[in-house]
Protein backbone atom coordinates (compact mmCIF):
# COMPACT_ATOMS: atom_id res chain seq x y z
CA UNK A 1 0.00 0.00 0.00
CA UNK A 2 1.46 3.09 -1.21
CA UNK A 3 0.81 6.35 1.13
CA UNK A 4 -0.89 9.18 0.38
CA UNK A 5 -1.85 12.43 1.97
CA UNK A 6 -5.37 13.72 2.14
CA UNK A 7 -4.13 17.00 0.95
CA UNK A 8 -2.14 16.00 -2.04
CA UNK A 9 -4.00 16.10 -5.71
CA UNK A 10 -3.51 14.61 -9.05
CA UNK A 11 -1.91 17.88 -11.43
CA UNK A 12 -3.26 16.68 -14.44
CA UNK A 13 -6.51 18.78 -15.33
CA UNK A 14 -9.83 16.56 -15.63
CA UNK A 15 -11.67 17.05 -18.62
CA UNK A 16 -14.11 20.25 -17.08
CA UNK A 17 -11.22 21.84 -15.97
CA UNK A 18 -10.09 22.07 -19.47
CA UNK A 19 -13.39 22.83 -21.17
CA UNK A 20 -13.85 25.40 -18.59
CA UNK A 21 -10.61 26.66 -19.37
CA UNK A 22 -11.50 26.87 -23.02
CA UNK A 23 -14.21 28.40 -22.68
CA UNK A 24 -12.71 31.55 -20.37
CA UNK A 25 -10.47 31.91 -23.36
CA UNK A 26 -13.12 32.45 -25.81
CA UNK A 27 -14.96 35.25 -23.87
CA UNK A 28 -13.47 38.22 -25.25
CA UNK A 29 -14.38 41.82 -26.23
CA UNK A 30 -15.42 42.38 -29.75
CA UNK A 31 -12.26 44.03 -31.43
CA UNK A 32 -13.61 44.79 -34.67
CA UNK A 33 -15.88 47.81 -35.75
CA UNK A 34 -19.30 47.64 -37.30
CA UNK A 35 -20.22 48.57 -40.92
CA UNK A 36 -22.49 51.74 -39.87
CA UNK A 37 -19.49 52.73 -37.65
CA UNK A 38 -16.51 52.45 -40.53
CA UNK A 39 -19.26 54.03 -42.52
CA UNK A 40 -19.16 57.14 -39.98
CA UNK A 41 -15.32 56.58 -39.91
CA UNK A 42 -14.94 57.24 -43.53
CA UNK A 43 -17.33 60.15 -43.66
CA UNK A 44 -15.73 61.93 -41.09
CA UNK A 45 -12.42 61.66 -42.90
CA UNK A 46 -13.72 62.78 -45.84
CA UNK A 47 -14.98 65.91 -44.10
CA UNK A 48 -12.00 66.46 -42.04
CA UNK A 49 -9.44 66.19 -45.01
CA UNK A 50 -11.72 67.90 -47.58
CA UNK A 51 -13.75 70.39 -45.41
CA UNK A 52 -11.71 71.05 -42.27
CA UNK A 53 -7.94 70.60 -42.80
CA UNK A 54 -8.32 73.13 -46.22
CA UNK A 55 -10.21 75.90 -44.03
CA UNK A 56 -7.29 75.78 -41.17
CA UNK A 57 -5.09 76.03 -44.12
CA UNK A 58 -7.23 79.08 -45.06
CA UNK A 59 -7.18 80.38 -41.53
CA UNK A 60 -3.17 80.36 -41.41
CA UNK A 61 -3.06 81.89 -45.14
CA UNK A 62 -4.79 84.60 -44.39
CA UNK A 63 -3.67 85.16 -41.08
CA UNK A 64 -0.34 85.44 -42.25
CA UNK A 65 -0.44 86.75 -46.15
CA UNK A 66 -4.08 87.98 -46.01
CA UNK A 67 -3.57 91.63 -44.43
CA UNK A 68 -0.58 93.87 -44.23
CA UNK A 69 2.58 92.09 -42.77
CA UNK A 70 3.58 94.85 -40.75
CA UNK A 71 0.19 95.16 -39.07
CA UNK A 72 0.04 91.16 -37.47
CA UNK A 73 -0.30 91.30 -34.36
CA UNK A 74 0.74 88.79 -31.34
CA UNK A 75 -3.36 87.32 -30.96
CA UNK A 76 -3.19 86.55 -34.52
CA UNK A 77 0.18 84.85 -34.45
CA UNK A 78 -0.96 82.87 -31.56
CA UNK A 79 -4.33 82.09 -33.06
CA UNK A 80 -2.63 80.79 -36.18
CA UNK A 81 -0.35 78.63 -34.45
CA UNK A 82 -3.35 76.62 -32.38
CA UNK A 83 -4.95 76.35 -36.03
CA UNK A 84 -1.92 73.94 -37.29
CA UNK A 85 -1.62 72.39 -33.80
CA UNK A 86 -5.28 71.14 -33.88
CA UNK A 87 -5.14 70.49 -36.92
CA UNK A 88 -2.32 68.08 -36.97
CA UNK A 89 -3.35 66.55 -33.94
CA UNK A 90 -7.01 65.67 -35.79
CA UNK A 91 -4.78 64.07 -38.79
CA UNK A 92 -2.65 61.97 -36.62
CA UNK A 93 -6.03 60.72 -34.78
CA UNK A 94 -7.87 59.91 -38.04
CA UNK A 95 -4.69 57.88 -39.46
CA UNK A 96 -4.34 55.89 -37.11
CA UNK A 97 -8.16 55.31 -36.20
CA UNK A 98 -8.03 54.30 -40.03
CA UNK A 99 -4.78 51.80 -39.40
CA UNK A 100 -6.57 50.33 -36.00
CA UNK A 101 -9.54 49.55 -38.25
CA UNK A 102 -8.24 48.03 -41.09
CA UNK A 103 -5.38 46.02 -39.03
CA UNK A 104 -7.38 45.60 -35.40
CA UNK A 105 -5.41 46.45 -32.12
CA UNK A 106 -1.72 48.45 -32.95
CA UNK A 107 1.29 47.02 -31.46
CA UNK A 108 2.68 49.60 -28.53
CA UNK A 109 5.32 50.50 -30.74
CA UNK A 110 3.00 51.78 -33.52
CA UNK A 111 0.54 53.37 -30.72
CA UNK A 112 3.18 55.06 -28.39
CA UNK A 113 4.00 57.73 -31.21
CA UNK A 114 0.20 58.27 -31.87
CA UNK A 115 -0.66 58.72 -28.81
CA UNK A 116 2.56 60.64 -27.36
CA UNK A 117 1.95 63.05 -30.83
CA UNK A 118 -2.08 63.22 -29.73
CA UNK A 119 -0.79 64.25 -25.93
CA UNK A 120 1.23 66.83 -27.26
CA UNK A 121 -0.74 68.64 -29.87
CA UNK A 122 -3.76 68.80 -27.31
CA UNK A 123 -1.47 70.04 -24.63
CA UNK A 124 0.05 72.92 -27.53
CA UNK A 125 -3.81 73.77 -28.40
CA UNK A 126 -4.68 74.40 -24.43
CA UNK A 127 -1.44 76.01 -23.60
CA UNK A 128 -2.07 78.41 -26.83
CA UNK A 129 -5.34 79.05 -25.76
CA UNK A 130 -4.73 80.18 -22.65
CA UNK A 131 -2.10 82.63 -23.94
CA UNK A 132 -4.17 84.14 -26.23
CA UNK A 133 -7.03 84.44 -23.47
CA UNK A 134 -4.36 86.07 -21.11
CA UNK A 135 -3.28 88.34 -23.61
CA UNK A 136 -6.62 89.69 -24.34
CA UNK A 137 -7.38 89.89 -21.32
CA UNK A 138 -4.58 91.97 -20.85
CA UNK A 139 -5.15 93.94 -24.28
CA UNK A 140 -8.60 94.96 -22.29
CA UNK A 141 -7.28 95.71 -18.70
CA UNK A 142 -4.03 97.62 -19.81
CA UNK A 143 -4.16 98.13 -23.99
CA UNK A 144 -0.76 100.34 -23.52
CA UNK A 145 1.51 96.90 -22.36
CA UNK A 146 0.27 94.81 -25.03
CA UNK A 147 0.56 97.64 -28.02
CA UNK A 148 3.75 98.28 -26.27
CA UNK A 149 4.98 94.02 -26.78
CA UNK A 150 7.33 93.72 -29.79
CA UNK A 151 4.91 91.52 -31.52
CA UNK A 152 7.68 89.22 -33.60
CA UNK A 153 10.42 88.75 -30.90
CA UNK A 154 7.35 87.48 -28.44
CA UNK A 155 6.02 85.40 -30.69
CA UNK A 156 8.92 83.00 -31.15
CA UNK A 157 9.44 83.39 -27.43
CA UNK A 158 5.95 82.16 -26.78
CA UNK A 159 6.16 79.38 -29.38
CA UNK A 160 9.31 78.38 -28.38
CA UNK A 161 8.22 77.88 -24.71
CA UNK A 162 4.67 76.24 -25.48
CA UNK A 163 6.56 73.46 -27.70
CA UNK A 164 9.41 73.15 -25.04
CA UNK A 165 6.57 72.77 -22.13
CA UNK A 166 4.12 70.37 -23.54
CA UNK A 167 6.65 68.40 -25.11
CA UNK A 168 7.38 66.83 -20.99
CA UNK A 169 4.28 65.38 -20.93
CA UNK A 170 4.38 63.38 -24.65
CA UNK A 171 7.91 62.30 -23.85
CA UNK A 172 7.07 61.10 -19.86
CA UNK A 173 4.69 58.81 -22.20
CA UNK A 174 6.53 57.43 -24.55
CA UNK A 175 9.20 56.97 -22.13
CA UNK A 176 7.11 54.88 -19.23
CA UNK A 177 6.86 51.50 -18.74
CA UNK A 178 4.13 49.90 -20.55
CA UNK A 179 2.24 49.05 -17.43
CA UNK A 180 2.21 52.39 -16.14
CA UNK A 181 1.17 53.92 -19.39
CA UNK A 182 -2.35 55.18 -19.26
CA UNK A 183 -4.76 57.46 -21.69
CA UNK A 184 -7.83 57.65 -22.40
CA UNK A 185 -7.22 56.19 -26.56
CA UNK A 186 -4.88 53.49 -25.00
CA UNK A 187 -7.57 50.24 -25.05
CA UNK A 188 -9.66 51.95 -28.43
CA UNK A 189 -5.90 51.86 -29.80
CA UNK A 190 -4.08 48.74 -28.87
CA UNK A 191 -7.37 46.81 -27.27
CA UNK A 192 -5.39 45.96 -23.88
CA UNK A 193 -6.87 46.93 -20.49
CA UNK A 194 -5.27 48.99 -18.84
CA UNK A 195 -4.88 49.52 -14.88
CA UNK A 196 -7.71 51.90 -13.88
CA UNK A 197 -5.64 54.76 -12.53
CA UNK A 198 -8.31 57.36 -10.63
CA UNK A 199 -5.58 59.74 -9.71
CA UNK A 200 -6.08 63.03 -10.89
CA UNK A 201 -3.11 64.66 -13.38
CA UNK A 202 -2.50 67.65 -11.76
CA UNK A 203 -0.91 69.27 -14.74
CA UNK A 204 -4.18 68.66 -17.30
CA UNK A 205 -6.85 69.80 -14.41
CA UNK A 206 -4.85 73.33 -13.69
CA UNK A 207 -4.67 73.98 -17.36
CA UNK A 208 -7.94 72.95 -18.30
CA UNK A 209 -9.84 75.10 -14.81
CA UNK A 210 -7.62 78.16 -16.04
CA UNK A 211 -8.58 77.63 -19.84
CA UNK A 212 -12.43 78.05 -18.37
CA UNK A 213 -11.35 80.67 -15.54
CA UNK A 214 -10.00 82.65 -18.57
CA UNK A 215 -12.35 81.89 -21.23
CA UNK A 216 -15.31 83.82 -18.74
CA UNK A 217 -13.17 86.54 -17.42
CA UNK A 218 -12.34 87.35 -21.49
CA UNK A 219 -16.04 87.41 -22.78
CA UNK A 220 -17.20 89.51 -19.37
CA UNK A 221 -14.58 91.46 -20.11
CA UNK A 222 -15.60 92.06 -24.13
CA UNK A 223 -19.03 92.05 -23.24
CA UNK A 224 -18.74 95.15 -20.54
CA UNK A 225 -16.48 97.33 -22.93
CA UNK A 226 -19.14 96.76 -25.43
CA UNK A 227 -21.97 97.81 -23.53
CA UNK A 228 -19.97 100.83 -22.44
CA UNK A 229 -18.96 101.72 -26.03
CA UNK A 230 -23.08 101.41 -27.27
CA UNK A 231 -24.99 104.06 -27.26
CA UNK A 232 -28.59 103.10 -26.00
CA UNK A 233 -31.46 105.02 -25.18
CA UNK A 234 -32.63 105.14 -21.24
CA UNK A 235 -36.51 104.92 -22.84
CA UNK A 236 -35.74 101.63 -24.28
CA UNK A 237 -37.14 98.71 -22.07
CA UNK A 238 -34.07 96.27 -21.61
CA UNK A 239 -35.29 93.79 -24.21
CA UNK A 240 -35.11 97.14 -26.62
CA UNK A 241 -31.71 96.94 -25.89
CA UNK A 242 -30.61 93.51 -26.22
CA UNK A 243 -32.11 93.61 -29.65
CA UNK A 244 -30.32 96.93 -30.36
CA UNK A 245 -26.82 95.42 -29.18
CA UNK A 246 -27.46 91.98 -30.46
CA UNK A 247 -27.22 93.46 -34.45
CA UNK A 248 -24.07 94.83 -32.91
CA UNK A 249 -21.64 92.51 -35.09
CA UNK A 250 -19.07 92.75 -32.33
CA UNK A 251 -21.42 91.50 -29.62
CA UNK A 252 -23.11 88.68 -32.32
CA UNK A 253 -19.48 87.31 -33.30
CA UNK A 254 -18.21 86.99 -29.66
CA UNK A 255 -21.72 85.77 -28.78
CA UNK A 256 -21.11 82.94 -31.35
CA UNK A 257 -17.32 82.20 -30.42
CA UNK A 258 -18.89 81.41 -26.56
CA UNK A 259 -21.34 79.24 -28.02
CA UNK A 260 -18.58 77.38 -30.32
CA UNK A 261 -16.51 77.14 -27.02
CA UNK A 262 -19.80 75.68 -25.37
CA UNK A 263 -20.39 73.48 -27.47
CA UNK A 264 -16.69 71.94 -27.95
CA UNK A 265 -16.33 71.47 -24.46
CA UNK A 266 -19.45 69.31 -24.31
CA UNK A 267 -18.82 67.40 -26.38
CA UNK A 268 -15.24 66.56 -25.37
CA UNK A 269 -16.65 65.68 -22.06
CA UNK A 270 -19.20 63.54 -23.91
CA UNK A 271 -16.09 62.25 -25.96
CA UNK A 272 -13.87 61.09 -22.55
CA UNK A 273 -17.24 59.70 -21.21
CA UNK A 274 -17.25 57.22 -23.82
CA UNK A 275 -13.58 56.76 -24.03
CA UNK A 276 -13.33 55.81 -20.20
CA UNK A 277 -10.78 53.07 -19.59
CA UNK A 278 -13.24 50.18 -18.88
CA UNK A 279 -13.54 47.08 -21.68
CA UNK A 280 -16.60 48.14 -23.60
CA UNK A 281 -17.74 47.19 -27.08
CA UNK A 282 -15.27 49.02 -30.02
CA UNK A 283 -17.70 50.76 -31.61
CA UNK A 284 -18.52 52.99 -28.30
CA UNK A 285 -14.74 53.80 -28.04
CA UNK A 286 -14.67 54.59 -31.55
CA UNK A 287 -17.52 56.53 -31.19
CA UNK A 288 -16.01 58.77 -28.61
CA UNK A 289 -13.34 59.30 -30.90
CA UNK A 290 -15.20 60.36 -33.67
CA UNK A 291 -17.10 62.99 -31.70
CA UNK A 292 -13.86 64.76 -31.00
CA UNK A 293 -12.58 64.25 -34.79
CA UNK A 294 -15.83 65.91 -36.05
CA UNK A 295 -15.91 68.81 -33.39
CA UNK A 296 -12.53 69.57 -33.74
CA UNK A 297 -12.19 68.78 -37.35
CA UNK A 298 -15.22 69.81 -39.16
CA UNK A 299 -17.28 72.06 -36.77
CA UNK A 300 -14.62 74.35 -35.13
CA UNK A 301 -13.01 75.25 -38.38
CA UNK A 302 -16.52 76.54 -40.26
CA UNK A 303 -17.56 78.12 -37.08
CA UNK A 304 -14.12 80.07 -37.12
CA UNK A 305 -13.99 80.78 -40.51
Not at 88 to 102: C, D
Not at 180 to 189: A, E, M, R, T, V
Not at 228 to 256: A, C, D, M, Y
Amino acid sequence: MTNHSIFEFDSTPSEFESNFSNNINIVQYDQSASMPMIALYITNMILVTLFGSPLYLAIIHYERFGCDPQKRSLLNMIFANQCIFQMVGILTLNLFLGIRILMGPLHLRLADPCLATIIFMSSCVNLSTITLLVFGNLQLLKPQIVSSLNDEFWYIIITLVTLLLNFWPAAHFFYAENDQKWHILDYLLTGQEKRSNSRIYLPPFFMLSFLFINVFVYFFLKFCKILKLESTSENQSIGQQFNTLKRNPKVFKHIWLLVVFLIDATVVMLALWLLKDVPQPFDTSLGGALLLSICFGFFTPIALW
